[in-house]
T-cell receptor, first 114, second 114 residues
Framework: DAGVIQSPRHEVTEMGQEVTLRCKPI?????LFWYRQTMMRGLELLIY????????DSGMPEDRFSAKMPNASFSTLKIQPSEPRDSAVYFC????????????FGSGTRLTVV | GENVEQHPSTLSVQEGDSAVIKCTYS??????FPWYKQELGKGPQLIID?????GEKKDQRIAVTLNKTAKHFSLHITETQPEDSAVYFC?????????????FGSGTRLQVQP
């Protein structure tokens, strides 16, 4: 089992550019979560999916953020346009069980917007 | 949403000593309490969890205790080793997600001095 795979590991972009973060959940896991981690705010839930359907996106900070899960093995988090305050580590996690249990996190994408 | 408070924010112990990290939660209906360990440059990793129908759970040098009446739970690490040095997070189901996603505490940076 390769675990949850995120790409890229690091992303540096200029303010105003579009950024796309990618996640491949563990095969057979039907819940997927996107979190953002910063020193000031800790781990914040952005959005989560169950069986590829977005269930709750109330944590998405602004309309500049969007997430999709076109199939069970792939999800994207897009920021357009990016701003310096979006700089953070973005984590994807998946779970086999519906509900807040058994999370496996990916290694994260460190985003720096300059 | 669920409020999870974690203390202390930093903890330094000598190798071989015990370490205790405490969390309180606000949602009396919460029924699942995991602990995650995050090493530098990695995603959080589940190390132990407890459900509300038990008061204590042990796994080798790690234990978690739960006091439902007081709404707090604690992580206990005995015989600490340098490799236990990391940031530890408690979590609880987030009420405003229908308890389908986790909300995390602010983290405790544990340093084990050799």
């Amino acid at each position: 089992d390769a675990g949850v795979i995120q790409s890229p590991r690091h992303e540096v972009t200029e303010m105003g550019q579009e950024v796309t973060l990618r996640c491949k959940p563990i095969s057979g896991h039907n819940s997927l979560f996107w979190y953002r981690q910063t020193m000031m705010r800790g781990l914040e839930l952005l959005i989560y999916f169950n069986n590829n359907v977005p269930i709750d996106d109330s944590g998405m900070p602004e309309d500049r953020f969007s997430a999709k899960m076109p199939n069970a093995s792939f999800s994207t988090l897009k920021i357009q346009p990016s701003e310096p305050r979006d700089s953070a580590v973005y984590f994807c996690a998946s779970s086999r069980i519906q509900g807040a249990q058994g999370y496996t996190f990916g290694s994260g994408t460190r985003l720096t917007v300059v | 949403g669920e409020n999870v408070e974690q203390h202390p924010s930093t903890l330094s112990v000598q190798e071989g000593d015990s370490a205790v990290i405490k969390c309180t939660y606000s949602d009396s209906a919460s029924n699942y309490f995991p602990w995650y360990k995050q090493e530098l440059g990695k995603g959080p990793q589940l190390i132990i969890d407890i459900r509300s129908n038990v008061g204590e759970k042990k796994d080798q040098r790690i234990a978690v205790t739960l006091n439902k009446t007081a709404k707090h739970f604690s992580l206990h690490i005995t015989e600490t080793q340098p490799e236990d040095s990391a940031v530890y997070f408690c979590a609880a189901p987030q009420r405003d997600t229908g308890r389908r996603a986790l909300t995390f505490g602010s983290g405790t940076r544990l340093q084990v001095q050799p």
